[in-house]
């Protein structure tokens, strides 16, 4: 069984997810329709933004990801060696 502690992040982490995934969809999807003098593009960065943030935060997030994998397997070698000998 979870704690109430662990429903609480879990609860926020979701809520999150949510607001940025509706600000985002709002942002790449509808924002380019609206008139650039409308007052709701003062709360969106420049579009551009909207296709190269994602990437820079794929590309980082897979860096990470394979630096994880990296340094887990040499270690797990460097575990066997030292076995082995």
Do not use: H
């Not at 709360?43 to 990801?65: D, R, T």
């Amino acid at each position: 069984m979870s704690t109430g502690a662990d429903k609480l992040v879990g609860a926020v982490a979701f809520g999150a997810a949510w607001v940025i995934f509706i600000y985002y969809t709002l942002w790449a999807i509808v924002m380019p329709f609206v008139d650039e003098d409308n007052a709701l593009q003062q709360y969106f960065p420049a579009f551009e933004y909207a296709i190269s943030l994602p990437f820079f935060v794929l590309v980082v997030g897979l860096v990470g990801i394979v630096a994880f994998f990296t340094y887990a397997s040499a270690k797990q070698k460097a575990k066997q060696a030292k076995k082995a000998t």
